[in-house]
């Protein structure tokens, strides 16, 4: 799972792109890059943090109206400096990229880019897409084509023979700004436009809209499921639709990665994950009809939301009992258990007030590893809870991801080795809730213009999109195990 931004505007952009990558930070926190042009290209990529990586001085040197962004949550390749995208070549045109997602047949596309003598200096399945729409645009270059359909041609290229999940921002040199999702439109991205003095527009794409209001854009579009979008120079737009499947759109996305504030897909994940902890709380009182927890503390702060509705379902008081020290990163996206453990303890502070000699109930918006849960229950117990009752919006996570978000091999997911009772004892509680499939695919999808028929749930029901095979699941959960172990 990553950040990434594109901007096209009538004026220097590189603020505005530092800007938006402030608001994507929660999509990653392992690296950052920035890479505009105007007569050739300017970039700045290192390790870290938005706010550590870009200093004023750099800012001042990437000169250029139009440039695109990326903050890196590594799910697949090295954590080498190499890796850290936005990627670029210089030929054909000069092009730039950055990638959300993950590819599941990169060892093909790897053979299939050899065989037409292009060099891969990583392994990262975003340089592979960078690769084969170069292999696309030239090819198509070749056969004299205006500038929009050999963009087709090349994202139609990558459709016909990549698989797994890909949201794309890219810019051409002296061609302008390329957006495009994969037909499962599995990761989520957005565009806008406004209108400057003059009548000509200024054009954004991102991961999430969260920072359209700080620079003044109104309205929030999709990019469709395998749409491309095409920024030229002179900034007109061209979009068209080339490949589509069945839109199947991350519900982890809802569940927990995106920020409270975006509108995704056409619903609001505030919204969504009010009904989720609707639903769940309406799950408790017919599970535990006799049961009525004396509080709600949600575990921070991906879980707020779900809980302040949990609680007002059941008519009791919701509670920060848990403050969360918001200058610590996500624990999900860390790097390594150690750090999760670690961390938890290090950005969890309990306001011992609020838990002492109660019932307390924790919710939760996910338990993978099992993890950051046990470590969290264990501070509520050093408070003097009673009892502890431990419930999360989402249901029992069985196995790995493959399409972006770190949901490790199933050997390290606690519900792929133990039931919930197992689980219960496990972490220590009184009392242990899961949502259900269905009560969560109906509080994403009870309303907005989303024509959603089925969100991408393959880390819940093991029903990957594509028709992955067990034997390329066998393959990828092997290159990550191999990948852990050469990071370590």
Known sequence: MCGIIGIYTNQPVAIQLYDSLIHLQHRGQDAAGIITYDHRFHSIHNKGLVRDVFLQSDLNKLSGNIGIGHVRYPTAGSD??????????NTPYGITLAHNGNLVNPQELAKELHEHSR??????????ILNLFASGLDMA?????????????????????????????SAIMKKGIVAFRDPWGIRPL?????????????????????????????EIYNVKPGEVIYVDEE???HQKVLSQQEFSPCIFEYVYFARPDSVLDDISVYRARL?????????????????????????????????????????????????????????????????????????????KTEIQDKN????????????????????????GAKQIYLVTTCPPVKFPCYYGIDIPTKAELIASNKNIEEIREYLHVDKLLYQTIDDLIEAVTRRG?????????????????????????????QQRIKQREKNA
């Open 360 to 383: 307390v109930l924790i919710l939760d918006d996910s338990i993978v590893r099992g993890t950051t849960g046990k470590e969290i229950v264990n501070i509520i117990k050093d408070c």
């Open 190 to 218: 957005v565009y806008s436009k406004k209108q400057n003095d003059d009548g000509s527009f200024n054009y954004i794409f991102a991961s999430e809209p969260t920072m359209f209001y700080s620079l003044g854009y109104k």
């Open 80 to 89: 080498t400096h190499e890796e850290i995208q936005p990627l670029r070549l």
């Open 119 to 128: 060099h891969l200096n990583t392994t990262n399945d975003s340089e592979i």
């Open 275 to 351: 009904r989720m902890g609707q639903n769940l709380a309406m799950q408790w009182k017919k599970t535990y009809p006799d049961c009525l927890p004396d509080i709600v503390i949600p575990a921070p702060s991906t879980s707020n939301t779900a809980a302040l509705s949990f609680a007002a379902e059941l008519g009791i008081r919701y509670s920060e009992g848990l403050y969360k020290n918001q200058f610590i990163g996500r624990t999900f996206i860390m790097p390594d258990m150690l750090s999760r453990k670690k961390s938890v303890k290090y950005k969890l502070s309990p306001q």
């Open 449 to 477: 213009e989303h024509h959603i028929k089925m969100p991408c749930m393959a880390c819940l029901t093991g029903k990957y999109l594509d028709n992955v095979d067990k034997e390329t699941l066998k393959q990828l959960e």
């Open 235 to 237: 900034g007109q737009m």
């Open 141 to 169: 270059r070749k056969n004299g084509t205006a500038m929009f359909e050999q963009i087709c041609s090349a994202v139609n290229y990558i459709q016909q023979i990549a698989r797994g999940s890909y949201s794309v921002v």
